[in-house]
């Protein structure tokens, strides 16, 4: 994983995550969306990692963590509004970090710079499975794929 910050919501305030640190002695699974709030990433993506997240931790993950182009405080609204509290709403405020993911994509009047949708398991800073999405699909970044390759 590249060297980063990410920011999120807690107790009410928002902290800057060093990604170096954050992944480095965990397993992650980390899924990323096109936008907070966004039809199938609220009616599908989120709420499908929320239903499994006890089952996706059984398999020795230390943390599951959403990651979209949008800012803390809506990330935090969203993951309130979908009872995500089992999941890391994180925050790529400007997208750097999905840059350096090499995972960004250009929307244009939908919200310029976004992230694919994908999942990937990290271990130990290591990405050992990578699941990218064709455009408009949602078929292989799914909570049950995740699990599946556990």
Not at 23 to 37: E, I, Q, R, W, Y
Request: hydrophobic content about 45%.
């Amino acid at each position: 994983m590249p060297s980063g910050q990410l920011q999120q919501m807690v107790n009410g305030n928002m902290v800057t995550i060093e990604t170096d640190e954050f992944f480095a002695d965990k397993k992650v699974v980390l899924f990323a969306v096109p936008g907070a709030f966004t039809p199938t990433c609220s009616e599908a993506h989120l709420p499908g990692y929320i239903v499994l997240a006890d089952q996706i931790k059984a398999k020795g993950v230390d943390a599951i963590v959403c990651l979209s182009v949008n800012d803390a405080f809506v990330m935090n609204a969203w993951g309130n509004s979908q009872n995500a509290e089992n999941v890391m709403m994180m925050a790529d405020g400007d997208g750097s970090y999905t840059k350096a993911l090499g995972l960004e994509m250009e929307t244009g009047t939908f919200g310029g710079l976004r992230s694919q949708r994908y999942s990937m398991i990290v271990d130990k800073g290591i990405v050992t499975r990578l699941n990218i999405e064709q455009p408009k699909q949602f078929e292989v970044s799914t909570a049950q794929v995740a699990l599946e390759q556990l």
